[in-house]
Nanobody, 116 residues
Framework: EVQLVESGGGLVQAGGSLRLACAAP????????IGWIRQAPGKEREGVSC????????YYADSVKGRFTISSDKAKNTVYLQMNGLKPEDTAVYYC?????????WGQGTQVTVSS
């Protein structure tokens, strides 16, 4: 079973920055789309951003455009989410997933808390 590992979450003040990382020991992201999804208490999961490992095309939710940047380091087999200008409404558990139809692998999530 492939297990993705997220890191980089934490507590930050509004306006601050965090960088999340998603790694998969023993697994390569080739031909997968790697995404970041978040879930805040009492809310539905929201797709935040994703990147294609084949052509590096990216997607961002409107709520994070201009503030978040997704990138990949193929040598390290790691995908990053640089989060700048954080807002209290960004508070959530952030999950990464790796998707290549019909398979999706998930990580356990990392908590991001933004204080006002």
């Amino acid at each position: 079973e492939v297990q993705l590992v997220e890191s980089g979450g934490g507590l930050v003040q509004a306006g601050g920055s965090l960088r999340l990382a998603c790694a998969a020991p023993g697994f390569t992201f080739d031909e997968y789309s790697i995404g970041w999804i978040r879930q805040a208490p009492g809310k539905e999961r929201e797709g935040v951003s994703c990147i294609s490992s084949m052509d590096d095309r990216t997607y961002y939710a409107d709520s994070v455009k201009g503030r978040f940047t997704i990138s990949s380091d193929k040598a390290k087999n790691t995908v990053y989410l640089q989060m700048n200008g954080l807002k209290p409404e960004d508070t959530a558990v952030y999950y990464c997933n790796a998707e290549k139809w019909p398979t999706t692998y998930w990580g356990q999530g990392t908590q991001v808390t933004v204080s006002s």
